[in-house]
């Protein structure tokens, strides 16, 4: 019997997020704490809203600081969050997902069920896995 490799054996069921009314200095000092490449955006009902890399706090801060915060907006994540983002279902194959990652460049794929937010996997957790086979 072929053993099957489900997105939901090996994503982490609680993943860093925050909600869409947070500032993005508080979005950038989390990444940073926690040393994230970025964080998920959802709502109190863990409704999926989209994602924040730290490329994109990265982007509206120093442009802000470039202009010495003159008429700068105040931004949260709602503003900067990437709202189209590819997603997997918990019973996704697990190579399906890393091949899909691989192929859009993508360093970490949201895991929702029924539009809630249920979990995530990362290029380093999925090479953690792959490395324990090997």
Not at 5 to 32: G, H, Q, R, W
Not at 110 to 129: A, E, F
Request: hydrophobic share 40%; aromatic share 4%.
């Amino acid at each position: 019997m072929t053993k099957t490799f489900l997105i939901k054996d090996y994503m982490n069921a609680n993943p860093t997020t925050v909600t869409p009314d947070t500032s993005i200095e508080d979005v950038a000092k989390l990444t940073l704490k926690h040393k994230l490449s970025g964080v998920l955006v959802a709502d109190a009902d863990k409704n999926f809203l989209g994602m924040i890399s730290e490329l994109d706090c990265l982007r509206v801060m120093s442009d802000n600081l470039y202009h010495d915060g003159r008429n700068a907006p105040v931004h949260t994540a709602k503003d900067i969050m990437t709202k189209e983002v590819t997603t997997a279902s918990p019973n996704a194959q697990l190579f399906d997902v890393v091949t899909s990652m691989l192929n859009q460049g993508q360093r970490r794929r949201p895991v929702v069920q029924d539009d809630k937010l249920v979990g995530q996997v990362t290029c380093r957790q999925l090479l953690k896995i792959i490395n324990s086979f090997a």
